[in-house]
């Protein structure tokens, strides 16, 4: 698999933006797209005299994510001020957390891009909260500083979720980022839209190269700006790239050389180096006076340990051993999301074969979402009815052509499914006419009869046309095996 | 009648019993603050009168309803300029924030407001209260009103100064190392300085969050009780206000000294700076609390040579972190930029945008800010915090612990308040770390985070104000209040009116 000439060693610091109603310090809102500047107050304006208040809805939210990445959760944490000066950061500071983050030490398991039916382990440094700053837009012409500042964001609150440089290939950081994505999602923590700006990656990438019997590590560049899963993947491939020609250029090392920023540019599927918002990046932490710290306390930490449902990983797992699906079909269903797995589950529920449900959902259903855009939830046909339909399959009431005609009936209709097959004209034809269809047919050709004694299996194909012919609602299977009986015993 | 002699106290009942109208004592105040600012320049900004009087006649007209008010309802107040006060621009005595109005009042304020206190103007201090004689004010210095060339201290001298002349009955600053107290000492009033967290800081402009307390100025020591009452308690918009019930203040006022343990630092008695006239003041406190049937002990509070610099690494740091908002990109102070002043950013290596800011700071900021800007940047710097900040935090600690200790053994302590009467105008302001040894009594209230308040204690042979200043345990307001109260009733001070005509 890995053929090149150097191991790749990457790290991400991804940044998720918390679904909180309001602000980390204020109560302003923190809802996506507003006119600029009117989701702000004295406090995110950062006006004299304005003081923080904690929104303690943002440490629920870090706590529930801290304990689904298998992290410690900090006794006591606090808040320490971030110095810099920009202008879409209003106080001059940004309320971060320092050397007591929330959450410390924890891992993730995610699927191996390389081998789908294993997982790898990424472990964890840490997750802090902060806010977020604003957005600004610069039009510097001709030694004129024309800056637009949209105050909106700042003060949202952020979950940095910050991992050891454990993943050892682009495929596998993307992978990485996927997981963590669907596991947020599950927990209801955040929205994840990367278009929004509700998770941004940043990606600490270098090589370790083998000469001699020892390990040279090339100097470690943080890329920035990857907007997207496949940004993420061909920026650190580039990179890679990038830094085995340059260390073959000028041989330099992690020693030589401090770490580096390099922002992704799209279009040109390269990185280049950025210039530095700080010169030195001295950010003079200190505790923020203006806050107390905090203590989390056992009934903080059960009140989120009873929310956190099931994840990712065990959904698939459970899909896989309770359920007997395979790998790959647990994982599409998983990866759909939490309501794709909840209506799974309520189709077999109801009483249908787990490989029939997971089949139908992955094809008919997830086909049908998809051609009319609509989410799980919209979708018109319940668990509950869709389980029925295929327990009336299962039983032979209705073969599996017929089930998609009833299948396309009740995406239109509110309906049982015998006022689905009423409707449609399906009748369930019971044996005794069966038979005496059967009958008919072998006295009617009795040249087919004897090609088929003869062992010609072929030959009954034709009988079961003309079995539909005087009964549209005979069950091609069953018509063939009763023939077949019927046959041997002459 | 004179007025501006009664405590507050007393005028609130009489203006409760309509024996006097609210509009009649703003009137009355007022005036003299036309009067006498021109030559004491204590105000920064004066509602004009038919403001005043508008707010004095809504306070008559519930009182003629029968309305039961506040005990301080209809008493005219002046505001230190750090507390945000709509209506009017508040502006920190800095030309930073000259045309600053902000859209909300800070909660001591708006509390002054509920209880029906009438708001004659915002007063003179050091900029963003930096500073100890308001010398450092951006837009004048205030006089002290027992000798027009002398400082009135700081850095919320305007707020003294407007009690000490009889221009208000009372006033509210913020203490941070001093800045209530060394007023008041140097004016001849009272001041006290609370529990940090006791009182709001929401609204207050901040210079050392960790350090900054509001507190009142008043010739009544039952007075500083009635403003403390209606301003202290939890406030859902700080965060570091502490949400524990506040007492009644004025009901202990009366109770007898009789077994107090009152403890005399000898590190402060014996400081080779100390004004022997204020250490003979302290003495006299001593013998007076003895008569009352008090106890007199020595403690030691032995890291107290280390608490100005302490305090002088804190401040500092927090405030170039507080300050950093003045960069003049959403409001404040902005430079005009020059073609110049432009064409510099291509040689400094700062694109306009952060020229702009460098030049506005520059500008709009005085020399002792920007000083303590870089003071506290310096000392917050990797490779620096360790040895500075750090290390200060953990010596904030050892003396709060000397407090805690002394405290074992004593109910209050006694000491100077600050080491000499009032300065010079121009004597120090040359010599900040002058300056800032003249701290070193009371910055450990503020490290400590524990209550104190200086009373006056006579006058020097040459008319100036002395004063003591007393200190309890955290939360223990009432008992301060109380012996305060017997130690003026007792004649160790008998409030006075600095004669101006
Ligand atoms: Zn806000």
């Known amino acids: 698999m890995n053929q090149t000439p150097y191991r790749l060693v990457v790290g991400l610091e991804v940044h998720v933006q918390l679904s909180t109603e309001t602000k980390l310090f204020c109560g302003c809102s923190t809802t996506f797209g507003a006119p600029p500047n009117t989701q702000v107050c004295p406090v995110c304006l950062g006006l004299p005299g304005s003081l923080p208040v904690l929104n303690e809805k943002a440490v629920q939210l870090a706590i529930r994510t801290g304990l689904a990445l298998n992290c410690k959760i900090a006794e006591v944490t606090k808040w320490d001020r971030k110095n810099y000066f920009y202008p879409d950061l209003p106080k001059g500071y940004q309320i971060s957390q320092f050397d007591q983050p929330i959450c410390g030490e924890g891992y993730l398991d995610f ?209 896989q051993v309770n359920l007997g699906l395979k790998p790959y079909d647990a994982d599409v269903i998983v990866s759909q999301g939490q309501s794709m797995v909840a209506y799974f589950d309520g189709v077999v529920a109801g009483g249908a074969d787990p490989k029939r449900s997971s089949n139908w959902i992955q094809q008919d259903v997830m086909r049908t979402l998809k051609e009319n855009d609509l989410s799980v939830e919209q979708f018109p046909i319940s668990a509950a009815r869709l389980s029925e339909l295929l327990r009336a399959i299962d039983a032979s009431v209705v073969d599996n052509t017929r089930g998609k005609s009833i299948f396309q009936y009740l995406l239109e209709h509110d309906a049982t499914i015998p006022d689905a097959m009423a409707a449609l004209g399906i009748v369930q034809v019971d044996s005794s006419e069966i038979e005496t269809l059967c009958k008919e047919l072998i006295d009617e050709n009795p040249k087919v009869i004897a090609e088929a004694r003869a062992g010609n299996a072929k030959a009954l194909g034709s009988l079961i046309g003309a079995a539909r012919k005087k009964n549209a609602n005979a069950d091609a299977k069953v018509v063939r095996e009763l023939l077949q009986k019927m046959i041997d015993a002459m | 009648m004179q007025l501006e002699i009664l405590s507050a106290v007393q005028l609130g009942a009489m203006i409760a019993k309509r024996e006097v109208s609210c509009r009649e004592v703003s009137k009355y105040f007022l005036d003299r603050v036309h009067q006498f600012d021109s030559i004491v320049s204590a105000m920064v ?42 209506g009017l621009p508040t502006t920190c005595s800095s030309k930073m924030l000259q045309n600053f109005r902000p859209p909300y009042n800070a909660t001591s304020v708006q509390r002054l407001i509920d209880a029906g206190m009438i708001v004659l103007g915002k007063t003179n201090m050091d900029e963003f209260a930096m500073g100890s004689s308001t010398e450092n004010s951006a837009f004048f210095p205030s006089r002290n009103p027992w000798a027009l060339d002398r400082t009135p201290g700081g850095s919320s001298g305007g707020s003294a100064v407007t009690v000490a002349a ?192 460098v030049v506005s700071r520059s500008q709009g900021l005085g020399e002792e800010v920007k000083r303590r800007i870089m003071l506290g940047t310096f000392a917050l710097s990797a490779g620096y915090s360790d040895a500075y900040y750090k290390q200060a935090l953990k010596v904030r600690r050892l003396i709060a612990n000397d407090y805690q200790q002394a405290f074992q053994k004593v109910d209050v302590l006694l000491g100077p308040a600050f080491p000499t009467p009032a ?79």
């Open chain 1, 111 to 319: 699927p191996d891009p390389d081998a789908p039916e294993t997982t790898q382990r990424v472990r964890l440094i840490r997750a802090h909260l902060e806010e977020d700053a604003g957005k600004s837009m610069h039009d510097e012409v001709h030694g004129r500083a024309d800056s637009k500042i949209d105050l909106n964001r700042t003060g949202t609150p952020l979950l940095e979720i910050v991992s050891f440089p454990d993943l050892t290939s682009a495929a596998a950081a993307k992978a990485y980022l996927t997981e963590l994505r669907l596991l947020l999602t599950y927990l209801g923590v955040s929205d994840c839209n990367m278009q929004e700006g509700s998770l941004r990656a940043d990606a600490n990438v270098n090589l370790h190269i083998p000469v001699d019997g020892n390990d040279i590590a090339t100097p470690i560049v943080e890329v920035k700006n990857l907007n997207s899963f496949r940004a993420v993947e061909r920026a650190i491939q580039y990179e890679a790239g990038r830094q085995f020609e340059l260390w073959k250029q000028t041989g330099k090392t992690i020693k030589d050389a401090p770490k580096q920023t390099r922002g992704w540019d799209d279009e040109a599927g390269v990185t280049k180096a950025q210039r530095e918002k700080e010169e030195s990046a001295d950010y003079r932490y200190f505790p923020d006076p203006d806050l107390v710290p905090l203590r989390v306390t056992e009934a903080m930490l059960s009140q989120q340990k009873v929310v956190l449902g099931e994840s990712p990983s065990a959904a698939r797992n459970r899909l």
């Open chain 2, 45 to 86: 900004n004066v509602f004009d009168e038919a403001t005043v009087m508008e707010q004095a006649d809504q306070v008559d007209s519930r009182i003629l309803g029968g309305e039961k008010l506040s005990p301080l309802a209809g008493l005219p107040i002046t505001i230190k300029d750090v507390l945000c006060l709509e």
């Open chain 2, 166 to 357: 009889g221009m208000s009955p009372l006033s509210i600053g913020s203490d941070t190392g001093g800045s209530v107290r060394q007023p008041a000492a140097f004016c001849g009033v009272c001041g006290l300085k609370p529990t940090y967290g006791l009182v709001s800081r929401f609204g207050l402009i901040a210079f050392a969050s960790s350090l900054d307390q509001v507190g009142p100025f008043a010739h009544h020591v039952e007075d500083l009780a009635a403003v403390l009452q209606v301003i202290a308690g939890h406030d859902p918009r700080d965060s570091t206000s502490l949400n524990v019930a506040i007492p009644d203040l004025t009901s202990g006022l009366n109770a007898p000294l009789k077994g107090l343990r009152v403890g005399v630092v000898r590190e402060h008695q014996d400081h080779p700076a100390l004004d022997p006239e204020i250490s003979k003041a302290v003495q006299a406190t001593q013998k007076l609390l003895q008569s009352l049937g008090a106890t007199i002990e020595e403690v030691h509070l032995p890291n107290s040579r280390h608490s100005v610099a302490t305090y002088y690494v804190i401040a500092p740091c927090e405030a170039s972190s507080n300050l950093a908002r003045y960069e003049a990109a959403h409001y404040g102070y902005r430079a005009r930029m020059t073609t110049e002043a432009s064409s510099k950013s291509s040689t400094s290596g700062r694109n306009p945008l952060e020229e702009m800011m």
């Open chain 2, 423 to 501: 300065f010079r105008l121009g004597e120090k302001i040359d010599d900040p770390v002058q300056m800032y040894l003249g701290d070193q009594f009371t910055v450990e209230a503020n490290l400590a985070g524990i209550p104190a308040m200086s009373l006056p204690a006579g006058f020097t042979r040459d008319g100036l104000p002395l004063a003591i200043q007393l200190q309890a345990p955290q939360l223990q307001e009432a008992r301060l209040l109380n012996v305060g109260h017997q130690l003026q009733r007792a004649g160790l001070f008998e409030p006075k009116i600095a004669g101006l005509v």
